[in-house]
Every structure is written in C-alpha cells, then in structure tokens.
C-alpha cells in the first residue's frame, strides 16, 4: 500500500536499511502501530456483521444442509434469542487477531514491496505489490489463527442457553454420538479449553485453508487498491488536466479500500466457507481436511454452498477495509508527515551547516 506522504525508506529485511535514512526504521515500527490500530478498529466496528456471516457459513455443521436462513432471518435469529450480545460474541479474540494481522499486512508491505522492486525489478508493479500483501497477512497468521477458531466457536455459540437449545434441538454431535466442545465463558477460558481438548492442533484448526484464503485475500485487496489508485491518478490528469482538486488521503483510502476490500471478499467466499466449517465443527470431524470438505459441499449443496454467507461477507470487508484503509492513510499522514518533514528540515539544516564551515575554511 502506497504512502501518501511518502516512500518509507528501507528495504526488507530491517538489517538493510541505509545509513542515509537513520530514522527511516522508526517509520517502519510506525507502520505496525498504525496498521494494528486500524485493523482492530476495523474489526470492532464490523464485528455483528461478522457474526451473521459466521452463523451462515455454519449451518451446514449445526443442524445439516436443511433450512438454510437467510441474512435477515439469520439477524432476526441472533436478535430474538440472545439481543445485543449475541452479535458482540467473540469481539475480543476478534480484535486480539485484528490486531496481529494489521500490524504485520501494514508493517511488512511497504518494506517488502520496496525490496521485490529494487531485488527483482521483473516482479514490480501490481505483482511486487500482491507478494507484499500475502507475505504480511502469512506473518500475522500464527496470531490470527487461534483467535479466529476462538472467534468463530464463540460466535456460533451466542449465550450459553441459546447453546444448550442448538445442541438439544439440531443434535450437534460428533460421529461417534459425543457432543461438541463446551460453552465458552471468554477468550481466555476458550483457548485453554481447546487447547485441553485438541491441544495446539485445535487452536489450529484449519490453518491451512486459512492461509489458503487469507494469502490471495491479502494479495488481491492491495492489488486491487493499487490499481485503483494508478486509475483514479489516470482519469485525474486525462479528464482534469488542469484541476487544482486534491483529493485527501484518507477519503481516497476510505473509497479505494472498500472496493478493493468487497471484490476481494466476494472472490475469496468459497475459500472463507471451507475455513470456517473446518475451524467451527471443533472434534465433530464432519469434514476430514480441506479436500473432503470441497467434496462434500459440492456434493450435497452444490456451487451456492461455496458462496454461504457471500452477501454479509461482502457487506463486512466493505467498510471494514475502507475504514482500515482511511484509518492507515489518516494516521501516516498526521504522524509520519509530521516526523519526516521536521526530518528532512533536520537533514537540510544539518546539510547548510557543513556548506557554512566548508566555507569559512577556504576563507
């Protein structure tokens, strides 16, 4: 993701950087506290909307491929049996995971994109760009992972009497007849709980498909954005030549990032539905690994079951990336700005000084 402001100035990995730039590393960590902020804001303001996409994609473990809901009759669903609350089950693992993950995608991407273009010129542009993305989401995973089966499980759960009546009624069970994981009381409760059960294979579940989504996810939404970019700079000096209009930062990113976040989330759904089944179904094993999942859904619900939950997906990444986007650029541009400009008066002030003394030598 470009910088408004500018370039950072380094190259990955950080023991590269040049001695030219010595408070260029300082922008980097910068970079992993802007994107971690904006990327737990982003999860907390959207995170209903995350819970209803949950609950749709996990129908098919809870109660069979029959009576699938809707989004709306989903939403009257959470509301009648568990109010407010319901929506709000597994926000804390949620933002914990959000957390990990902006700070890597945004941290990482700026240095490695600028070391894949200067290291492999044949692989800049929009594909320097998509390796920068997947290697930052792929950094934070080993966070994101175990929080997102907490999320989901929580999720799924809503209160614990809303729990006990979908196990009773739906016959949640595993193979063998045994029932699924306990009720969660928080996220510190629900990690040791699977770790107890499942051990490190459960907090886990279903790291591959994870990766599997979230790597092209990652690729593509700053793809996406950066191309968006280079067509909005195009119809700027094509259409407005000689406009003086200077469109800010952050509502650039705000727009730009919640198109590049929805296309990438519609084309990542059937990739989200396989990860959620597998991180959800706990020991019911109603899928044995990714491969047997993609058969079983194709087998009993055909192509719409891949595309489970699409519309609230979509609905979800829409803001949550145009918020993410416009809270990364809002902060560069306040913060990094700042620092650099006073830097490089810094560098000039430094730069006259040593013209000055040169002078008065000759004299």
């Given amino acids: 993701?470009?910088?408004?402001?500018?370039?950072?100035?380094?190259?990955?990995?950080?023991?590269?950087?040049?001695h030219d730039t010595p408070h260029s590393h300082f922008f980097v960590w910068r970079e992993f506290l802007w994107g971690a902020i904006a990327g737990a804001f982003g999860e907390g303001m959207m995170h209903p909307v995350d819970t209803i996409k949950t609950r749709i994609q996990s129908q098919a473990i809870l109660s069979g491929s029959q009576n699938q809901k809707s989004v709306l009759q989903m939403i009257r669903i959470v509301w009648a049996a568990d109010g407010l609350r319901g929506f709000y089950r597994g926000v804390t693992p949620g933002v914990t995971g959000s957390l990990a993950t902006g700070a890597t995608y945004f941290g990482i991407i700026e240095s490695t994109k600028k070391w894949i273009e200067e290291t492999h010129p044949s692989l800049g542009g929009h594909w320097?760009?998509?390796?920068?993305?997947?290697?930052?989401?792929?950094?934070?995973?080993?966070?994101?992972?175990?929080?997102?089966?907490?999320?989901?499980?929580?999720?799924?759960?809503?209160?614990?009497?809303?729990?006990t009546s979908v196990l009773m009624k739906n016959n949640a069970c595993t193979k063998s007849g045994a029932q699924m994981y306990g009720y969660y009381t928080g996220m510190f409760q629900a990690g040791s709980a699977i770790w107890k059960e499942q051990g490190l294979r459960g907090l886990y579940a279903g790291y591959w498909s994870t990766l599997a989504?979230?790597?092209?996810?990652?690729?593509?939404?700053?793809?996406?954005?950066?191309?968006?970019?280079?067509?909005?700079?195009?119809?700027?000096?094509?259409?407005?030549?000689?406009?003086?209009?200077?469109i800010n930062s952050s509502v650039e990113g705000l727009l730009l990032g919640g198109l590049a976040?929805?296309?990438?989330?519609?084309?990542?759904?059937?990739?989200?539905?396989?990860?959620?089944?597998?991180?959800?179904?706990?020991?019911?094993?109603?899928?044995?690994?990714?491969?047997?999942?993609?058969?079983?859904?194709?087998?009993?619900?055909?192509?719409?079951g891949f595309f489970r939950g699409s519309v609230p997906r979509v609905l979800w990444y829409f803001p949550a990336?145009?918020?993410?986007?416009?809270?990364?650029?809002?902060?560069?541009?306040?913060?990094n700005g700042k620092s650099e400009n006073d830097y490089v008066q810094e560098v000039a002030s430094l730069t006259m000084d040593e013209k000055n003394s040169s002078f008065q030598k000759v004299a």
């Avoid at 993701?1 to 040049?18: F, G, K, R």
């Avoid at 986007?325 to 913060?335: Q, S, T, Y």
């Fill in 1 to 18: 993701m470009a910088n408004p402001s500018s370039t950072i100035e380094s190259a990955w990995p950080p023991t590269s950087i040049s």
């Fill in 128 to 163: 320097a760009h998509f390796i920068a993305g997947s290697v930052g989401d792929t950094l934070g995973s080993f966070v994101y992972v175990p929080c997102e089966v907490m999320k989901q499980r929580m999720q799924v759960q809503g209160t614990k009497t809303s729990w």
């Fill in 213 to 246: 989504r979230d790597v092209p996810f990652a690729g593509l939404m700053v793809t996406f954005y950066e191309a968006l970019k280079d067509v909005t700079d195009y119809g700027r000096q094509k259409w407005l030549p000689d406009s003086n209009v200077d």
């Fill in 261 to 304: 976040g929805g296309f990438s989330a519609y084309l990542t759904t059937p990739l989200d539905v396989i990860k959620t089944r597998l991180q959800v179904q706990g020991s019911t094993s109603r899928y044995n690994g990714w491969s047997d999942a993609i058969r079983r859904i194709w087998k009993v619900e055909g192509p719409k």
């Fill in 321 to 335: 990336s145009a918020l993410t986007f416009m809270a990364v650029e809002l902060l560069r541009d306040h913060f």
